[in-house]
């Protein structure tokens, strides 16, 4: 059965901390995607990746960065975290041309 | 510019039909896709359509027309299970060969006894 997990399910951390988000999918898929979630914004792309260390900027990269060092791993960094990066965050695989599959997500709060 | 629009809210009963709406206005069309998503869970593929016409999945059916821009989910015999947001999302082409998905803010479908 396809499989996409995500590091934590709820995180706390404090304004200014570095954090890390981490994503594993076993299904050997090229493409990763990070999302961000909110009531009446929907899903916003962050940043995705379409082979290692191959990233892309999506629609709202500003405060985050990523890196895949590995086909199946894909981690969203929070270089100094602040209030409005209080969210869910979604990850996603793909193959190419397919569908994107998505972990069960991470609900960030930023004290 | 990307945009996706579909309806905040909707309720419908208990074995009744529903249409969710959904139009857009995209730099590129790959294709568009339905996602239901259940309160604190993540969001699961419903149904994908990239020509014009019907695609029909047991309760559950999905048409697309490209020259309107205008896509609509149909869920017949509702259950109380079907309550949930559902999210529709264009495909789009991005760097590699990638699909990158463009969202609508999400419909909350809440069926009632």
């Known amino acids: 059965d396809v499989k996409v997990t995500q590091s934590s399910r709820y995180l706390v951390k404090r304004t200014g901390e570095k954090v890390f988000l981490e994503c594993v999918q076993d299904?050997?898929?090229?493409?990763m995607f990070w999302y961000r979630q909110d009531p009446g914004l929907g899903l916003r792309l962050i940043y995705f990746?379409?082979?290692?260390?191959?990233?892309e900027k999506g629609d709202i990269p500003e405060g985050y960065s990523v890196s895949r060092e590995k086909k199946e791993r894909f981690s969203l960094i929070l270089e100094s975290a602040s209030t409005n990066q209080t969210s869910m965050y979604l990850c996603?695989?793909?193959?190419?041309?397919?569908?994107?599959?998505f972990g069960p997500g991470t609900r960030l709060t930023v004290t | 510019g990307q945009n996706i629009d579909q309806p905040t809210e909707m309720t419908a009963t208990e074995g009744a039909i529903v249409q969710i709406n959904c139009t857009y206005q995209t730099s590129g069309f790959n294709g568009l896709f339905w996602y239901q998503q259940h309160a604190g869970e993540a969001p699961t593929f419903l149904s994908y359509n990239v020509l014009d016409g019907l695609e029909e999945k047991g309760r559950f059916s999905s048409f697309l027309s490209r020259s309107k821009g205008y896509s609509y989910l149909l869920l017949k015999e509702l259950q109380m299970k079907d309550s949930a947001s559902y999210l529709c999302a264009v495909r789009v082409h991005g760097s590699g060969n990638t699909g990158k998905l463009i969202f609508g803010q999400g419909t909350t479908l809440q069926v009632k006894p």
């Open positions: 299904m050997d898929h090229e493409n």
């Open positions: 996603a695989s793909s193959s190419t041309g397919g569908k994107q599959y």
């Open positions: 990746s379409y082979d290692v260390k191959m990233k």
